[in-house]
């Protein structure tokens, strides 16, 4: 089974870009996952699928700021020219034939 | 537009039984691979379970934690996703979302809104 492994916190200042990672456990390097965003009170928002070439598909409406891209078993997310909206939670996700996983999430302070 | 509405959240007692609902539209409910994801309070996204479409099997696959205790089940005639909870620990409180990805290009993914269930004495 896959584990994913993201830092808890990061922060970045208003208008500079941050870029997150989610690291996929070993045996696992080749897997897709998606990313979401959930902002404080509201449920979670799909905003892509990332695969292990950094190939990505955004969601509807996400905007161009969010990208994504891939290293070996390291997935990030990108994203530039950071608004104060952008200060959530976000969690990456990814499955086997039998399972779904969830990595703990990245908690970003947009200052 | 895909729509995902979860219901039947409450408080229930350790032990108990309740049964979660997910009515979705917008989309062909009977081809889709839908599952179930809960957030305890504070807490990060838990993944909970799956149901194939019967064109897949219809199978099903749930985590550790819940597993023996959850049943999902879906009823394409009404293009509703269920998850009957028994046997509740206190620990199973949290939001609990019904959760669908649509593979074709380009991907989406989507959430319903939640439903809170409350495992307390």
């Known amino acids: 089974q896959p584990v994913l492994t993201q830092s808890s916190s990061a922060s970045a200042s208003l208008g500079s870009s941050v870029k997150l990672t989610c690291t996929l456990s070993s045996g696992h390097s080749s897997y897709i996952i998606a990313w979401h965003q959930q902002q404080p009170g509201k449920a979670p928002r799909y905003l892509m699928k990332?695969?292990?070439?950094?190939?990505?598909n955004k969601g509807s409406g996400v905007p161009d700021r969010f990208s994504g891209s891939s290293s070996g078993a390291d997935r990030y997310l990108t994203i530039s020219n950071l608004q104060s909206e952008d200060e959530a939670d976000y969690y990456c996700?990814?499955?086997?034939?039998?399972?779904?996983?969830f990595g703990g999430g990245t908690k970003l302070t947009v200052l | 537009e895909v729509q995902l509405v979860e219901s039947g959240g409450g408080l229930v007692k350790p032990g108990g039984s309740l049964r979660l609902s997910c009515a979705a539209s917008g989309f062909t409910f009977s081809n889709a691979w839908m599952s179930w994801v809960r957030q305890a309070p504070g807490k990060g996204l838990e993944w909970v379970g799956r149901i194939k479409s019967k064109t897949d099997g219809g199978t099903t696959d749930y985590a550790a934690p819940v597993k023996g205790r959850f049943t999902i089940s879906r009823d394409d005639s009404k293009n509703t996703l269920y998850l009957q909870m028994n046997s509740l620990k206190t620990e199973d409180t949290a939001v609990y979302y019904c959760?669908?990805?649509?593979?074709?290009?380009?991907?989406?993914?989507?959430w319903g809104q939640g439903t809170l269930v409350t495992v307390s004495s």
């Open positions: 996700e990814t499955w086997d034939s039998k399972l779904g996983v």
């Open positions: 959760q669908y990805f649509d593979w074709l290009l380009p991907p989406q993914g989507y």
């Open positions: 990332l695969e292990g070439s950094g190939s990505y």
